[in-house]
């Protein structure tokens, strides 16, 4: 079975969660807090804050298997909006400025326009509103028809569809109209006489009301401090390498994590430099990694396998090994140090997303042998398209990584919204066997990170109720819809608006 769980780790502080009424009081909260020395802020909002922070490829059915269709389809159809385009960051910022999706997550340094986005309906419950209006109103018409003729259970049913489809349709729909416009339209067709139109109106009215409960969900602003070394510019080779990932098939990077052949280094080499990591646990990873080597080796028809300890560059395995006796893949099986436990994957690759490692270039063994993988010179066939001089040096830790990036401003929404990005690499995982023996680390497309938790200092949640009058105080600050989104058409709703038009 694919591993979906974590080793036993000290529990991360919780973010602080604070429900917001106002803009005052929500720059208020954004302010009390002082910033961490060597950290950069972000901020993101959604309408729902039950959404997960994920980038729109993995939301998508079978996005990620076909991400590398999507993007040259999308760059073949309309070359020419891509013109002005240097690196494929600059294509995934044109492609997710027009809803393709991608495994960019839009960020913002500005906490106000975060706030205007969790504010925000929820645009896909309108069948929502409409499900909870029509069953509220055939209720109502039912209960105060009672034995009466059957058309007040019907025009009960109707009108209380059609004002919950109203207030879960339309942005600003206000419960009363809706009820009214129901009732008048439903009511008049159906049921000519007052006492069946009482029946309607009240539908409607319950129907309405339900219909904008059903609609109306809590948002949420998400506040991030993140390590300075985990922001990049657009420039970065670091950047590219991830960016380009998504010109890659799935099938293509399916790469290991572990050696398969008698190192000086190791996949943990990072973490034994450069990170705090209790020795009894980087043990353990060490110890994993040698284990899976030596199956490597003994594996039938090959194997058991002799192996002098003497003669090997990597110690830990050399330890393992012993005499010089021959060893089967059981024997490498049977020390395997996670052998039953979860949990420490997940462990492993958020160590690395909050700590990013690195390799020493010049030194490292193992550096040399994962960029020879096939599955490498695929994503460097497509890096060196818009830098040629990219040498095969790809940190594994990168790969499996994510990173901020702060985006050219190439057009004046991004600019507008102070836009940013979250750009996810590849999944970490190991396959755990029925004996519950793990394998070998490898990464692929087909999972994805996870954003560290203590990433998120703050959770500022924005209450249904508040937030039309949330919207309607950030427009005197001049955040508004065609501030967001810049285009005549927008100003000229925006306009009808306020005319009243």
């Not at 309309?78 to 995934?92: A, G, I, N, R």
């Not at 009363?176 to 008048?184: H, K, R, T």
Request: hydrophobic share 40%; net charge negative; aromatic share 10%.
């Amino acid at each position: 079975m694919s591993q979906d769980a974590t080793f036993q780790t000290s529990p991360l502080p919780a973010s602080e969660e604070i429900r917001i009424s106002s803009v005052s009081e929500f720059i208020e909260k954004i302010i009390q807090r002082d910033k961490e020395a060597g950290t950069e802020t972000f901020y993101r909002g959604h309408a729902d804050k039950d959404w997960d922070l994920l980038p729109s490829i993995f939301r998508t059915p079978n996005g990620v298997e076909k991400e590398h269709l999507l993007f040259h389809d999308m760059v073949a159809h309309e070359p020419q909006s891509f013109s002005e385009c240097k690196s494929t960051l600059d294509y995934l910022v044109q492609m997710q400025h027009y809803g393709l999706p991608t495994r960019l997550l839009d960020m913002t340094i500005n906490p106000l326009v975060a706030l205007y986005f969790a504010c925000q309906p929820e645009v896909e419950d309108v069948s929502a509103g409409l499900h909870a209006g029509f069953v509220t109103g055939l209720d109502t018409g039912l209960a105060i028809a009672a034995s009466k003729d059957g058309i007040s259970a019907l025009t009960g049913a109707l009108t209380g569809a059609l004002a919950g489809a109203l207030t879960g349709l339309f942005e600003d729909a206000d419960a009363d109209a809706a009820a009214a416009v129901a009732a008048a339209v439903v009511g008049a067709q159906l049921a000519p006489k007052e006492k069946i139109q009482n029946v309607a109106v009240t539908a409607a009215e319950r129907g309405a009301i339900s219909g904008a409960k059903a609609k109306a969900k809590d948002g949420v602003v998400y506040m991030f401090s993140v390590p300075e070394r985990k922001v990049k510019h657009y420039a970065s080779d670091t950047i590219s390498a991830l960016a380009n990932l998504a010109k890659c098939k799935k099938e293509e990077l399916d790469l290991r994590l572990y050696p398969t052949r008698d190192l000086s280094s190791s996949f943990y080499d990072g973490f034994a430099f450069q990170m705090s990591i209790p020795s009894e646990s980087l043990e353990r990873y060490w110890y994993h990694e040698a284990v899976c080597i030596g199956r490597s080796f003994a594996k039938p028809p090959f194997g058991p396998v002799r192996l002098k300890a003497k003669k090997l560059n990597n110690y830990v395995l050399a330890e393992l090994v012993g005499s010089d006796e021959p060893l089967s893949e059981d024997y490498f099986r049977s020390r395997d140090p996670f052998k039953g436990a979860e949990h420490w994957v997940d462990e492993v690759a958020r160590l690395i997303i909050a700590e990013s490692p690195v390799y020493e270039l010049k030194s490292s063994s193992y550096l040399k042998w994962f960029n020879e993988q096939e599955g490498i010179s695929f994503l460097l066939h497509q890096i060196k398209g818009e830098k040629p001089y990219f040498q095969p040096l790809i940190q594994a830790y990168d790969l499996v990584s994510m990173f901020f990036v702060k985006a050219k401003y190439g057009n004046q929404r991004i600019a507008n919204q102070a836009g940013a990005f979250l750009l996810f690499g590849l999944g970490l995982n190991s396959d755990q066997d029925s004996d519950g023996c793990w394998g070998p680390l490898h990464c692929g497309k087909d999972i994805h990170p996870k954003l560290p938790e203590e990433w998120i200092k703050k959770k500022l949640i924005i209450p249904k109720e508040c937030k039309a009058d949330i919207l309607k105080e950030l427009a005197l600050l001049g955040i508004t819809d065609s501030y967001i989104y810049p285009g005549m058409e927008q100003y000229a709703k925006e306009l009808k608006k306020k005319y009243e038009l």
